[in-house]
């Protein structure tokens, strides 16, 4: 009796695993399985293994390309960073050629794929075709001061989003849309709820006046332990 019912358990719980890898913490990360319980933990750990962040952007069908280092003393410069590309039906990120760190890059996949496109359509009736940023790459300290931590911008390892254009023509801006209880402003609180499950830092303009005019998203060292700020 009780070797069947562990017989069963254990049939049971390898088919969970088997159906829900993304919320099981010792599987194997796919760019293309849904959001779960320990994808932000996953993808923050890719920081460690550069070939492997590559080869799962590769597996997913990503355009992204590797760039090559830039190095600017102890605390500035990125090596194993990616160029942002499309691949067929995604929409390009404008400016074009912005390079991240592999981390970014993965959750910037699933990121579109996930949260953003679902968002749109669900708030807006539309698709996204074109994701306006602000930058990644920047040596500098948090906030720009003389003095303090640098900031996750210092690695590549941030991008700041500005907003997003529609497939009609429409744009929804952070700075003009966050605030009006309407269609858009729902839709970037929810493209900034979705991005908390896959970045280790989300900051809106709820979290203060710096970030009015942007979310930013980063993948600093704490999302490796599956904590994350979401502001």
Known sequence: MIFGLAAAAYVHFRDYVRRHPQDVPWTELRLTDPVGAFTLRKLAALSADTLQCRTLLREAGAGDVAAPARLAGPDCGYEGGMRL?????????????????????????IFEREVLQPAARKHLGSRVVQIDHAGSYSCRRLYGRAEGPFSE????????????????????????????????????????????RLFATVLSPEY???????????????GQMGFGVCR
């Open 85 to 109: 590309l499309p691949a067929a039906g995604e929409p390009p990120l404008a400016p074009v050629g912005v390079v991240t760190s592999c981390p970014v890059a993965a959750a910037m996949d």
């Open 208 to 222: 203060n006046q710096a970030h009015a005019d942007h979310l930013h998203l980063d993948q600093a060292e704490r």
């Open 153 to 196: 911008h210092a690695h590549a390892n941030a991008i700041d989003l500005v907003g997003f254009r529609l497939t009609d023509g429409e744009r929804v801006n952070v700075l003009r849309d966050w605030h009006p209880a309407g269609p858009k402003g729902r839709f970037l609180r929810e493209v900034r709820d979705g991005a908390c």
